[in-house]
C-alpha cells in the first residue's frame, strides 16, 4: 500500500473525498423498514451481507435490529 501511495497510507475520508461522483451513485434507496428476524439470525445476517443490504457486522447488525425504534 505504501508503495502505491508514495510512501503515505491515506485514510476513508481521503479516499472518499476524491471519488468523482456519477448519476448511478444517487439512484440507491434506502429500506428504513425493519424486517422480522428469523429462526436463524445469523443466516439473515449472511443474506443481508451478500446481498448488499447491510455492511454491518453480526454484532452491530444485531444491536440495530434489536434498538427501540
Known amino acids: 500500500m505504501k508503495e502505491d501511495c508514495q510512501g503515505r497510507i491515506p485514510s476513508m475520508v481521503d479516499w472518499f473525498r476524491r471519488i468523482q461522483p456519477e448519476g448511478w451513485m444517487a439512484n440507491g434507496h434506502i429500506d428504513l423498514a425493519q424486517a422480522e428476524l428469523g429462526s436463524d439470525p445469523r443466516a439473515d445476517w449472511i443474506a443481508e451481507v451478500t446481498t448488499g443490504k447491510t455492511v454491518f ?13
Open 57 to 69: 457486522g453480526f454484532n452491530d447488525w444485531m444491536d440495530a435490529r434489536t434498538a427501540p425504534c
